[in-house]
């Protein structure tokens, strides 16, 4: 190939806080996923040899440059390492140099991110806050929603969105130009090459016949980019790395290129987590998760997490909010996280005792010699079973045994005290057929003593029952004399218990309230459903319209009946149980027995609980009211909707076929009769003005154009910081209206990215002296453009038709950005805008550019038309 393709040492130049006397070699390093690397070997002044270090600061910027008058960047970064050798009585110094990408390198970050409603855009821009002047472009990829938990832990920003772009099968490559901490997330196609045969060289061909992979490496003195396209015979290839080196005083570069196909990004996971336990703070609870705020964390951010809180189904313990986790990674991946266990706050540990309890109080506690089940601290509610006194159950509340079988109580001696009274009961289930077996409590013992005052045997046979005297005790003290007693059955008129009896008759008449509560139950869904059934028949009398309509009212009042009907008949049963249930108690009470009755829904189906029978009589009612509700809705929608479904029966009537005379649609279509037509219905504005008042209220009716402004529409703009005059929220309400343009709940706009420049990177362009250029707005602004270029092609935001109108003149020669302006705000674009920037990357204003003599304003002289 032709030699003066590539770049010779006399047109390279470098800028910075360095000298050289000589460059002896100069070497940069592309490549995709990895910082821009320039090294540069020269030779200094021996003078300099002990004081060239100290006047070098690390990351002091250079640039290495190549062209003659406005110079080209081959390279923009920061200085990394300096060294200093001598060899042969000459002082060498070696500059390394990086992409400012690498000061996003430097710094291990531990930090999570919430994973509601996020996206990878919003994590590079929260990673973008920390660096000065830094950005990203990012592939359209970047906008989906994160997927799964993202955490930072000991990674490097650099190696961690390195990371998150192979989630998506991106790479990052550093922007190397400007010396600022600036990357493309994904590889960005910014220009395209075709080379011919002489335009390079071909170095190597690589065949990986298990992969099919095919890697080519060009030699040539073009530069080119990293995801630069690179057309060779027809195909298209993707620079993914490149070497730029000195060789006999020239620039020569070796690319890497890969067919699109080809780039394969696997996944890239952290190591630095695995096996990590991180601390937090549980913020709320729910099912088997709790949402926690990990300590890594400055700010507010909450994750969802799973909690490990046993084996299978056979344990559930769930920590509170407040309590400290630890959220344990067991992978690589930050989403196989679970709070695998919680940090002890207390105090009064003992190695030998454990213990669970929750925050009220209840509490499971194993020492070495027991275990005991309380229900609150202080209280006497316990179960305790204990290696040398055994079983000890306290309780300052009523304790009750109840088993559906049988309960056997077997032990050397029973002692059953009862400060009041004991009592021994046997009921027969009323459920259970009386099968002739006698049944009752049975006292089978060889030798039975009772030791009272008085004792009563009642039964229905009046029998005598001789008490025998005590036996002699095994001591030699003299026996207590004892009285014996013949006492004969009493009868158990006498003994009733008068309470339970008259409980027992208010149970009776509650159960007789609730089967007349069911009886008006079934009334009133029958009457609401007819109801329903009537609407609906008037209005399957009418049109289409009012036919369909009927039938879905009709559907309704039978499915409302249905379940109306069926909360009825629970009640009934729940009526028939309590009556049942009171004349067994008034029973009760007339046998002297102080129990309650028994009631075959609570005590049979539902075993006694309580709180399921209240459950099952909340359903009776809940069902019936449902169905009411669903006929009378029916009801109610379908006496409202006659009229309007009468006019739309109209409405719709004219659009079909009609055979009737004229004389017969005249007396059919009354009152909205057009005489002079035989087939259509001539409904007007004012006739729906009326109905929609009729039906909806006077007070509720706005008509509204098109060309106002809505109440809905001017409350929204009214909270917004800087709402538009309402001629201009008028003239561009679509833009106004646009999420894309403006954020909807605020007000705020959204500026067009890549400063508003339709290209991707804008090119550079000279203004000659005595250009004329303007800008709408103040002069503190940064953007102006050619005064020839129309309005509605600078894609300028709607307020700015309210702006001031400056013109300016260019009087001096002057570099800027230059490009043309994207469409936005509505508008097609197209127009050339100008900005510059200073050394630092800010931008400059127009003042600034005024102060510096670039600039002058001249909108007094074009308004009298001195200057046009």
């Given at each position: 190939?032709?030699e ?9 130049s470098?800028?910075?806080d ?61 200085i990394?390492d ?8 000459s ?6 140099a ?8 430097q ?15 919003d ?17 359209d990829?970047a906008g ?12 490097t ?6 990371r998150m ?5 991106l790479?990052?490559?550093p922007e190397?130009?400007f ?33 099919e ?24 290839f ?11 005083s ?26 990590t ?6 913020i ?14 400055n700010?507010?951010?909450y ?5 490990i809180?046993?084996?299978?189904d ?5 920590p509170y909010?407040?309590d ?13 996280s ?11 540990l ?16 194993f ?5 005991e ?6 209280t ?9 006194s ?13 088993s559906?079988?049988s ?5 050397n ?31 089978d013992?060889?030798?039975v ?9 009642e ?21 207590k ?43 009133a869904v ?6 329903a059934?009537?609407?609906a028949?008037?209005?399957?009398e ?27 008949a ?25 129990e ?13 609980d ?22 009378m ?12 479904a ?5 409405y ?8 009737l ?28 003005n ?34 538009p005059d ?19 709940a605020?007000?705020?706009?959204n500026?067009?990215i ?7 990177f ?25 005064a ?13 038709e ?7 003149k ?15 705000f509505g ?8 900005i ?16 510096e003599?670039?600039?002058?304003d ?11």
């Amino acid at each position: 190939m032709e030699e003066s393709n590539y770049l010779n040492l006399n047109q390279l130049s470098i800028q910075g806080d360095i000298s050289l006397q000589h460059i002896i070699d100069i070497e940069i390093k592309r490549e995709i996923n990895k910082h821009t690397e320039l090294t540069i070997v020269g030779i200094i002044d021996e003078k300099e040899k002990d004081t060239y270090l100290d006047k070098i600061q690390y990351g002091a910027e250079i640039n290495l440059k190549y062209g003659e008058g406005i110079a080209e960047k081959l390279f923009g970064g920061i200085i990394v390492d300096v060294e200093i050798k001598e060899y042969k009585r000459s002082y060498y110094v070696i500059i390394e140099a990086k992409s400012a990408s690498y000061l996003m390198d430097q710094k291990l970050k531990k930090r999570s991110f919430n994973q509601i409603n996020i996206t990878y855009d919003d994590i590079l821009n929260i990673v973008k806050n920390d660096y000065v002047q830094s950005g990203f472009i990012s592939d359209d990829k970047a906008g989906q929603n994160v997927e799964s938990l993202i955490i930072q832990y000991n990674e490097t920003d650099f190696e961690f969105l390195k990371r998150m772009a192979s989630r998506l099968g991106l790479v990052i490559v550093p922007e190397d130009l400007f010396n600022l901490p600036r990357l493309y997330f994904g590889i960005s196609v910014r220009n395209s090459v075709e080379l011919n045969v002489g335009d390079y060289e071909f170095i190597k061909y690589f065949d990986s016949f298990t992969e099919e992979k095919y890697e080519y490496k060009i030699l040539t003195g073009q530069v080119l980019e990293i995801g630069c396209e690179v057309v060779l015979n027809n195909q298209r290839f993707i620079v993914v790395k490149s070497e730029s080196k000195l060789v006999d005083s020239e620039l020569k570069n070796t690319y890497t290129i890969l067919d699109t196909s080809q780039i394969e990004v696997p996944r890239i996971c952290n190591e630095n987590i695995r096996g990590t336990a991180i601390g937090g703070t549980v913020i709320e609870v729910q099912g088997t998760a709790a949402r926690v705020q990990l300590d890594i964390d400055n700010e507010a951010i909450y994750n969802w997490y799973e909690v490990i809180v046993g084996s299978n189904d056979s344990l559930y313990s769930m920590p509170y909010a407040g309590d400290r986790v630890k959220v344990y990674f067991g992978s690589n991946e930050e989403a196989q996280s679970s709070v695998s266990f919680t940090t002890y706050s207390g105090d009064g540990l003992n190695p030998d005792t454990k213990f669970w309890s929750n925050k009220d109080g209840k509490k499971v506690e194993f020492t070495p010699g027991s275990i005991e089940i309380s229900a609150q601290s202080g209280t006497l509610n316990s179960i305790k079973l204990t290696d040398s006194s055994g079983i000890d159950i306290k309780s300052g509340l009523k304790i009750t045994i109840r088993s559906s079988g049988s309960l056997s109580l077997n032990a050397n001696s029973i002692s059953i005290v009862g400060s009041n009274a004991v009592s021994l009961n046997h009921y027969p289930d009323p459920k259970v057929k009386n099968t002739g077996i006698p049944k009752g409590i049975t006292i089978d013992s060889t030798d039975v003593s009772f030791k009272v005052e008085d004792a009563h045997f009642e039964g229905k046979e009046k029998k005598a029952y001789p008490i025998e005297a005590e036996p002699e005790p095994a001591f030699s003290e003299a026996p207590k004399e004892i009285q014996t007693k013949t006492v004969a059955a009493k009868s158990t008129a006498g003994q009733k218990n008068e309470a339970r009896v008259e409980s027992g008759e208010k149970t009776l008449l509650k159960g007789l309230g609730l089967a007349a509560l069911a009886v008006g139950m079934a009334a009133a869904v029958l009457f609401t459903g007819g109801a329903a059934l009537v609407v609906a028949g008037a209005l399957m009398e009418g049109g289409i319209i009012s036919t369909a309509i009927g039938v879905g009212v009709a559907t309704a009042a039978v499915a409302g009946t249905a379940v109306g009907l069926e909360g009825a008949a629970m009640e009934g049963d729940i009526a028939e149980a309590t009556v049942e249930e009171g004349c067994n108690e008034i029973s009760n009470g007339q046998q002297g027995i102080d129990e309650e009755g028994y009631n075959r829904i609570r005590d049979g189906e539902l075993g006694g609980d309580e709180e399921a029978y209240q459950e099952y009589q909340n359903k009776a009612i809940g069902l019936w009211e449902t169905g009411m509700m669903i006929n009378m809705t029916a009801a109610t929608v379908g006496t409202e909707a006659l009229p309007a479904a009468g006019v739309a029966d109209m409405y719709l009537s004219s659009k079909l076929p009609n055979t009737l005379s004229e004389e017969e649609n005249i007396i059919a279509n009354n009152p909205f009769a057009d005489p002079g037509t035989s087939n259509k219905y001539c409904i007007g504005g004012e006739e729906w003005n009326n109905y929609f008042k009729e039906v909806y209220g006077e007070s509720n009716v706005e008509w509204t154009s098109k060309e106002t402004i809505s109440n809905t529409e001017r409350l929204k703009i009214s909270g917004w910081k800087y709402p538009p005059d309402d001629w201009l929220y008028l003239k561009y309400k679509d833009v106004y209206n646009n999420e894309l343009y403006y954020n909807q709940a605020n007000g705020n706009l959204n500026w067009p990215i890549n400063n508003g420049f339709a290209e991707e990177f804008p090119g550079t362009e000279v203004l000659d002296e005595g250009m004329l250029v303007d800008r709408y707005g103040e002069s503190y602004g940064n953007f102006f453009a050619p005064a020839t270029d129309l309005y509605d092609t600078r894609a300028l935001a709607p307020h700015s038709e309210t702006a001031n109108h400056y013109f300016y003149k260019v009087s001096q020669s002057v570099e800027v950005t230059s490009g043309k302006a994207a469409p936005w705000f509505g508008s097609r674009g197209g127009a050339r805008q100008f900005i510059k920037y200073h050394e630092n990357g800010k931008l400059y204003s127009i003042d600034e550019l005024i102060d510096e003599g670039y600039l002058e304003d001249v909108t007094d002289l074009v308004k009298e038309g001195l200057i046009k």
